[in-house]
Structure formats: C-alpha cells, structure tokens
C-alpha cells in the first residue's frame, strides 16, 4: 500500500431536478455526460448521475477548495435548470459523511432485486438522439415497481494511467459506467423485463463488433458468459493465477474466474 496526503477541503454537491417527466431529463443527462466524457476533466473531481422515479440526480465531490473548484471550470458546465446545493468540508468530514451513507445499505433483510450494467469507453457516449429516445421510452413503459434507479458513474482520470494488463481491473480505457437497479417486493418478470429491455436499447446505441465488458462488483447472474464480461482481456491470466493458487476451485462463485486447464 503506499499512502497519500490527506486532500485538505473537499467541496461536495448534488443537483436535483424532479416532478417531470424521464424525457424532460434528458438535455440534463447530455450535459452530465458531454462533462465526464473529456479526457481533460479536472481528475480532483468525481459525480454521478442518478436516475429515479421522481427525476433525476447528480452528485459530485471535488477535492479541493471552493475557489479551486470554481477555477477548474466545472461549475459552467453543469446542467442548468435544477437546484444546486454546495457543501465545503475539510477530508476527515467528507469521509465521515460517506461511511454514514455506507451504514445505511447494512440490513439483516434479504432483499430481492434485479440489475444490469455495462462499461463504456469515450467512443461509446450515447449519441443525443439516442439519449431522447431512451429517457422517453423509460416514461412510456411498465416498470413494475416504485424502486427503480439508473445510475451512471464516471470513471477514467488517473484510473487509466495504469495499463490494463498490471492488475485484475480491465476496465482502465473507460470513461463511465451504468447500472441499473430495481426492487420488487416480489420481483416480478415485468421488473426484469423493464431492466433487460432497457439494457438492450443502451446496448444498440454502442458500436457493433466490440466485446462488451462491465464491473464484476455490478453482479448480474443473466450475463451469459460473466467471467469474460467481468474480467475481459485479464480472463487468460487470472484463470493461469486461479489454477496456481486454487486448483481445486474452492473459493468460488456461479461466475467466479475458474481455473486454467493444465
């Protein structure tokens, strides 16, 4: 492990815009995405974008000063339309403040839940249009349940300084990911089908003949051949590392990487 200076003032943010319609969201999610697709975003900056019932969402957390923030250009490329609240705390606050948020997903309660995801890479920024058409057709379908949400995290920055081929993560030359996320108290097949059809539109809207890839932390048992979706061009390798150290396979899961034949 090799420590860091503590980063010193952390300016965090959310900017919320409800009681619309999916489709009115759209320019903001345009806005969110022409921000986190350039290579030359500050990388003391990291956000999200939150898709639920209601609206829409954007968190954001810089670290650094107000005044840095304000210089780095960001703050004129947000969205605009929406409320937009500021928060500065110094590190040790900030950190505080996320363990809480962590704390609230701990629950003794199972709860049944269905999840699509995919990794995008600068080359696949979903296309204006396309973008209208999906947050229109989330409007007009069935989703089977009030718990639903879309989120899009952005990714790159010094993540990509790393070649891909060092470590297990493959995901170094993307700029974004989305999972979705839906809960059912049961689960029905119209929830699943809302998530699936969904994924399948975003899946249009990308380039065709690239093998697409997502997080393995995104878990997605429909994924029909998840080792390689999870870990990519990495898979060879961790099936070389699994057969030395687990030959026998006994720390497994249904889409866990398997060992290397001899």
Excluded at 54 to 68: D, V
Excluded at 93 to 101: D, M, Q, R
Excluded at 103 to 120: E, G, H, M
Aim: net charge negative.
């Amino acid at each position: 492990m090799r420590t860091h200076p503590e980063p010193g003032s952390v300016v965090q943010f959310t900017y919320t815009l409800g009681v619309g319609s999916q489709a009115d969201m759209a320019p903001t999610f345009k806005a969110w995405q022409d921000l986190v697709v350039d290579p030359d975003l500050d990388r003391r900056f990291g956000t999200e974008f939150i898709m639920e019932p209601l609206g829409c969402i954007i968190t954001g957390t810089f670290y650094g000063t107000r005044a840095e923030f304000d210089a780095s250009g960001i703050p004129g490329k947000l969205p605009k339309g929406g409320k937009l609240g500021f928060t500065v705390k110094d590190w040790l606050a900030s950190l505080i403040a996320e363990a809480e948020n962590e704390a609230l997903y701990l629950t003794d309660v199972s709860t049944p839940f269905y999840s699509k995801s995919l990794a995008f890479r600068p080359e696949d920024a979903i296309p204006d249009q396309k973008i209208q058409d999906i947050f229109k057709w989330i409007d007009s379908t069935d989703k089977g349940t009030l718990l639903w949400f879309v989120i899009f995290d952005a990714t790159g920055g010094a993540i990509a300084d790393v070649p891909a081929n060092s470590t297990s993560y493959p995901h170094r030359d993307k700029f974004m990911f989305y999972q979705s996320y839906a809960i059912g108290l049961p689960l029905s097949q119209t929830t699943k089908d809302f998530l699936t059809n969904l994924h399948d539109k975003i899946l249009a809207t990308l380039p065709t003949g690239v093998p697409r890839t997502t997080y393995a932390g995104y878990v997605d048992p429909a994924l029909s051949d998840g080792q390689q979706e999870y870990w990519g061009d990495n898979l060879a390798t961790l099936e070389l590392v699994k057969r030395d150290w687990d030959a026998a396979d006994l720390f497994r899961n249904p889409q866990s990487v398997r060992p290397a034949s001899a």
